[in-house]
């Protein structure tokens, strides 16, 4: 979120001129700078607020900013109790509880039997709140994320639900996530949203589930970092490599029921996108693909079952946007593992 940090300073008294007689008087500046990320001691990412700012956002100072000026603030929630307010700043940390170690043996047991519970199950809660009324998107980065795996496809063990977002992403936001989502990320379109997001970890046993998630909040002015309006997932580089989510090479399962678009940032001086794929193993079969069917689709090219493209490699003609759906079906007694493409754009 693009706003200021505000520092009154006392200069030291100085004399008026050197001619007349000695005058002395007090000179205040203020210095004024802006809240951009930071790097804290320990390496992570914060927000350079002024020190009373952040005490006042309920962050902690990890190292200056700003020419010393400023501080380093650091928002971490590690609590494990059933419903926890997120700081109200930017590049809040969510973390499970004796992170990095797994949840079960981080912390006491005891720590995390919260009044939510019912029976062996966990719910853990983290709300949300916009930094100002104008922030339009929340971008959640995965650092490190485990729960238990799917069955089947199906997250009937554990799950990750998200709610309090706009029409926009609803009709995107898969509803089914669980597993290692460790590298994905998510934009969440807060735009007309007036109430709090929260995310809802649900566990059927504490074991050796684990999570780090970066929450950023992004306002209207800041248009180099803001997602295309219904896009999941958003790569800004000109090369990078797209997962499914819990891809885990040979050992994943594809996550079904989901529907939602991955996005390549367009530059002036690229135009195509080379796509290989390491990994293409969903369902359904090449050439034949069905409505139900788990699929790729890149531009008017739809990619499903083992192939993709030409031996795995797929030349994506410029078409005024880079707009990649992702569909899987309702199963995946099949066990299909999922798909990584690398991307690369080309010049034009």
């Known amino acids: 979120m693009k706003q200021f940090g505000l520092v009154l300073l006392a200069a030291a008294s100085v004399a008026a001129n050197a001619v007349r007689d000695e005058k002395l008087f007090s000179v205040f500046q203020i210095v004024k700078f802006n809240n951009d990320v930071c790097t804290t001691t320990s390496g992570g990412l914060g927000t350079c607020y002024t020190e009373s700012e952040c005490t006042t956002l309920g962050g902690s100072k990890s190292g200056n900013c700003a020419a010393g000026f400023g501080v380093c603030c650091e928002a971490k929630v590690d609590s494990c109790a059933n419903t926890v307010s997120v700081a109200k700043m930017n590049n809040t940390v969510i973390e499970s509880a ?24 966990r719910m853990l809660t983290y709300v949300i709140q916009k930094s100002s009324s104008d922030i339009v998107q929340y971008r959640l980065d995965f650092d490190d994320f485990v729960i238990d795996s799917p069955t089947a496809g199906s997250c009937a063990n554990s799950t990750l639900a998200i709610t309090g977002v706009d029409a926009v992403t609803s009709k995107v936001l898969p509803t089914n996530l669980c597993g290692d989502l460790t590298g994905h990320h998510m934009y969440l379109s807060v735009k007309d949203q007036t109430g709090n997001t929260t995310l809802t970890i649900t566990l059927n046993s504490l074991g050796t589930q684990k999570w780090k998630i970066r929450v950023s909040q ?33 050992t994943g399962e594809a996550l079904t029921d989901h529907m939602y678009t991955v996005c390549i940032k367009q530059r002036d001086d690229m135009c195509d996108v080379t796509m290989t794929a390491a990994t293409f193993d969903l369902g359904g079969t090449s050439g034949s693909c069905t409505t139900t069917d788990d699929k790729v689709v890149l531009g008017v090219d739809t990619f499903c079952g083992a192939t993709f493209g030409t031996s795995g490699t797929y ?27 690398a991307y690369l754009l080309l010049p034009c």
């Not at 970092?225 to 997932?233: D, V």
């Not at 946007?321 to 007694?333: C, E, I, K, L, R």
């Open 218 to 250: 992004f306002d209207s002015t800041q248009t180099d970092f803001l997602a295309p309006r219904g896009c999941l997932q958003y790569y800004s580089e000109s090369t990078g490599i797209i997962k499914s989510m819990n891809f885990m090479g040979t």
């Open 315 to 341: 030349n994506w003609a410029y078409s005024g946007s880079y707009m990649m759906g992702v569909m899987t079906g309702a199963d995946n007694t099949a066990m299909k593992t999922g798909f990584s493409i």
């Open 98 to 121: 004796g992170y990095p170690s797994d949840i079960a043996t981080g912390t006491a047991a005891s720590t995390c039997d919260d009044t939510a519970s019912t029976g062996t199950t």
